[in-house]
T-cell receptor, first 114, second 112 residues
């Protein structure tokens, strides 16, 4: 089946840049997503990238996509303590029914040290 | 505009009890989903409904049933709860399958 992999933990200092990496398997994914989950809350859509793009920038967030290697990254510039959360990568993949659904990675816990 | 709402927020059940988790969305989305989240395992799809009147199994459907009551509402039922069903359950919706999904706040279920 389809699989999305992420490293489990990242620790950075406040003001530094954070880079969270993800690899996926479905080469037919049209969109790839980044979600943020704060403690005790649901998942919040952060940003997404269309598969024919290499890069997307949205304020402090930069998404890079290497389609050949099926590698996606999320860079957060000037990381703040409020960015501490779990970040999930997700790809749009086919289910056995032929329909598409999102397949999520296990999440990367970002800890920002003051 | 509440987005996706879920009830209850917390629930404790004894093994063998049944319950229904409720989900509603006000974004006029066609597709709705139920996930469970366990530590270190990300989100796993239990069931989904691509459109009103259809439901399909996801990755981990055993022990669950769903009902798409109307376009707004999608419920998840545990007929005979087991400790392995202790988890956080999230409902989500999207305009179409495979597109960006919007999540509810979750239901924390403990089965003793």
């Amino acid at each position: 089946g389809e699989d999305v992999e992420q490293s489990l933990f990242l620790s950075v200092r406040e003001g530094d840049s954070s880079v969270i990496n993800c690899t996926y398997t479905d080469s037919s994914s049209t969109y790839l997503y980044w979600y943020k989950q704060e403690p005790g809350a649901g998942l919040q859509l952060l940003t997404y990238i269309f598969s024919n793009m290499d890069m997307k920038q949205d304020q402090r967030l930069t998404v890079l996509l290497n389609k050949k290697d099926k590698h996606l990254s999320l860079r957060i510039a000037d990381t703040q303590t409020g960015d501490s959360a779990i970040y999930f990568c997700a790809e749009s993949s086919h289910l056995p029914t032929g329909r598409r659904a999102l397949t999520f990675g296990s999440g990367t816990r970002l800890q920002v040290q003051p | 505009n509440a987005g996706v709402t879920q009830t209850p927020k917390f629930q404790v059940l004894k093994t063998g009890q049944s319950m229904t988790l409720q989900c509603a969305q006000d974004m006029n989305h066609n597709s709705m989903y139920w996930y469970r989240q366990d530590p270190g395992m990300g989100l796993r799809l239990i069931y989904y409904s691509a459109s009103e009147g259809t439901t399909d199994k996801g990755e981990v459907p055993n022990g669950y049933n769903v009902s798409r009551l109307n376009k707004r509402e999608f419920s998840l039922r545990l007929e005979s709860a087991a400790p392995s069903q202790t988890s956080v359950y999230f409902c989500a919706s999207s305009s179409g399958t495979g597109g960006e999904q919007y999540f509810g706040p979750g239901t924390r279920l403990t089965v003793t």
